[in-house]
């Protein structure tokens, strides 16, 4: 990721809903935009497409200002792509139309992307189809190359999967996927779901009530016991590793990461090739000692960075640090209490399940 950062400020209020909204994000790169329902997070993307003006905001990208004091950028001068909860497409054209549609529109000449971004997006065998005739799935792919395609500096994504049932999910992660590891442009990512921040955003904006309460690095926001998200029962962080050891006999590979190594199923990845994966705080549990008689094959020396109470009185939120990896853990309270868990010890992390997601 690149170290260029941009500056938001969105302040005002719309009726009766006030939105105090002032942050940096990277140049390059997925931000997370994360809040309840209702703490204005549509609205704020709204701010950036120029579709609310607050009085008092400010916002420039790559040398333009699209809102200062002074001046208001209007929306059809933004060159903004925008993904919603359903891709409108137009039902009388097809897929190839649709898309074609969106170049035209284009601020540059942007045919030469056509080829790379249906083939990101798997769009090849949908071209001639008639939107009608697509799943959401579908749908929702040609609506993030149409938005694209119309060379945005800037990619807004409104929950683009929170219409999709579980598996539609599951099949257009691996597309995004592709997408962030491609795109030079900044994307912001609003969604409500833990699983998606942790495996798709760079950066993290946390709102509440029309502020934002907490931005930075997407492992470092999670890990934040002073912020809800490390709180939720799917808490979860992602961690960067590489395969560095195949286990042939026990089709197990082995990915090193900074601080530890974790031993995963053997997924075809080769030795050397980087991986993404996803630890949720409930598969993990803490040791005082390194048992070799349980049935959990990772257990990894930590130290522990913090505990927190969470919502629920009998559960407590343990940030674990390996090396400069952060981790955490759901434990009771009550066990909490009888091994005596302090910030500062040494302890051991049972990580019962590990899922590659990328
Ligand atoms: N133009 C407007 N005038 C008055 N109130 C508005 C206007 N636009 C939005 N609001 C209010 O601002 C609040 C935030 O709405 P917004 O849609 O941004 O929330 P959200 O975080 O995106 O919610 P959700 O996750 O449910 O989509 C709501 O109470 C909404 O009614």
Not at 72 to 90: D, I, T
Request: one cysteine or more; hydrophobic letters at 45%; aromatic letters at 6%.
């Amino acid at each position: 990721m690149s170290e260029a950062m941009l500056k938001a400020r969105f302040e005002g209020a719309l009726g009766a809903f006030a939105l105090n909204a002032e942050f940096e994000f990277p140049q390059n790169g997925v931000t997370g935009i994360f809040g309840p329902s209702g703490c204005g997070k549509t609205t704020l993307l709204r701010c950036f497409a120029g579709l609310e003006h607050l009085r008092n905001g400010a916002f420039s990208i790559d040398g333009q200002t699209w809102q200062d004091a002074r001046r208001f950028r209007p929306a059809h001068r933004r060159e903004v792509g925008y993904v919603f909860q359903h891709a409108n497409l137009f039902q009388h054209l097809t897929v190839r139309d649709n898309l074609r549609f969106a170049i035209k529109r284009a601020r540059a000449e942007n045919t030469g992307r056509f080829d790379e971004l249906t083939s990101l997006l798997g769009l090849g065998d949908l071209l001639e189809r008639m939107p009608g005739r697509l799943s959401g799935g579908e749908r929702q792919r040609v609506g993030i190359a149409r938005a694209l395609l119309s060379a945005p500096r800037l990619l807004l994504m409104d929950e683009p999967m929170s219409a999709l049932d579980l598996q539609a999910r599951q099949d257009i992660f691996p597309y995004l996927e592709n997408l962030r590891n491609t795109l030079s442009i900044p994307v912001l990512y609003v969604t409500h779901a833990p699983e998606e921040v942790a495996r798709f955003t760079d950066h993290l904006v946390v709102m509440r009530e029309g502020k934002v309460i907490g931005a930075g690095p997407t492992p470092d926001t999670l890990a934040r016991l002073d912020l809800p998200l490390a709180h939720e029962r799917r808490a979860g962080i992602a961690v960067d590793a590489r395969i560095a050891d195949i286990d042939l006999k026990w089709h197990l590979a082995l990915a090193k990461f900074d601080g530890g190594a974790l031993w995963i199923s053997d997924a075809g990845k080769a030795v050397g090739e980087r991986v993404r994966l996803m630890i949720q705080a409930r598969d993990v549990s803490i040791a005082l000692i390194e048992n070799p008689k349980v049935s959990i094959v990772n257990r990894i020396p930590a130290t522990i960075r913090q505990i927190s109470r969470s919502e629920d009185p009998s559960v407590q939120v343990v940030t674990l640090e390996m090396g400069s990896t952060v981790i955490m853990a759901r434990v009771t309270a009550r066990s909490s209490y009888l091994l005596d868990l302090k910030p500062g010890m040494t302890v051991f992390a049972q990580i019962k399940s590990v899922a590659m997601v990328d």
